[in-house]
């Protein structure tokens, strides 16, 4: 059983591409829309990190009991990572067989430029309802064209995110950036060296606080050709097998041939882009 928990102004429906090829594998996926997000209650408006934390670990319980006898994994994608990532390092008693944690929400304030974090502060204080649409600034997410134009059209993808909200994924991110280092189960991060979303220099700094005693644990797929949506991008199919083979086969390295221990994904993570 796989636990998908998605990305920011995404929803659950974001899982269908993968899940249906998990499915082939045996590996059935639970998704669904967090707080504020897709079709779930208060669209627009930011949950805040406890109650989302709260609703990860109510739906992973509820998985859990209804299939006690089977694997249970979590994936989250960007903030569903993030929100994963807080969850399982505060409560370090559950059962869970392992983490996907795909491209990771941790640009914390202190990876972040002075005037990025001055102008979070100012909109969440003084507009706090003020939106920014996400087409404004010519960010592009993922390679795949026919999706990202699929996603323009769906009403249940969000446009406009208010500020704060925005505020609120910056204080979740604060939290993830500490937690991922902490997990207890088994955990593969995936992330791609063209993301813009979530830059190199919070993933640099995640993995130089990942403590070394934890590498037996960890495991590492770097992308060259990876966007921030890994799992919906062109090369999606590529990332799908890694994480079928790495629940299904612990000890098998990853099919891409794109794993990487920690000291060279810093390496080629620390490479400028061009």
């Known amino acids: 059983m796989l636990v998908a928990v998605h ?26 829309d967090q707080r504020g997000f897709g079709g779930a209650p208060d669209r627009g408006k930011w949950a805040g990190t406890k109650v989302m934390v709260d ?14 006898e089977l ?6 994608e960007s903030m569903g990572g993030a929100v994963i990532a807080v969850a399982l390092a505060q409560r370090t008693d559950i059962r869970i067989d ?27 204080h003084l507009a706090p309802a003020l939106t920014l649409s996400s087409n404004e600034y010519g960010i592009v997410p993922s390679d795949n064209a026919a999706m990202l134009a699929g996603f323009a059209k769906d009403p249940l993808v969000m446009k406009e995110t208010r500020l704060d909200t925005l505020n609120g994924l910056t204080n979740l991110m604060d939290q993830a950036i500490l937690s991922v280092p902490k997990l207890v189960p088994r955990t593969l991060m995936v992330y791609g060296l063209r993301d813009v979303m979530i830059p190199r220099r919070p993933m640099i700094a995640l993995l130089e606080r990942w403590p070394h005693d934890a590498a037996q644990n960890f495991r590492f797929g770097l992308y060259p050709d990876g966007y921030h949506v890994l799992l919906r991008d062109l090369q999606r199919m590529v990332v799908w097998k890694d994480i079928v083979s790495w629940m299904l086969n612990p000890g098998a390295t990853l099919p891409s041939g794109f794993e990487q221990e920690r000291q060279e994904g810093l390496r080629q993570l620390r490479i400028p882009s061009g």
Not at 102 to 121: C, E, H, K, L, N
């Open 71 to 76: 694997p249970l994994f979590a994936l989250g």
């Open 55 to 68: 609703d990860f670990l109510a739906i992973l319980h509820f998985v859990r009991r209804d299939h006690p």
């Open 98 to 124: 392992g983490v996907i944690l795909a491209t990771p929400a941790v640009w914390s304030r202190d990876t972040m430029p002075w005037y990025q974090r001055f102008g979070i502060w100012i909109g969440a």
């Open 7 to 32: 990305g920011f102004n995404d929803y659950g429906r974001t899982f269908e591409g993968a899940a249906q090829y998990f499915a082939q594998a045996g590996i059935e996926t639970v998704a669904y």
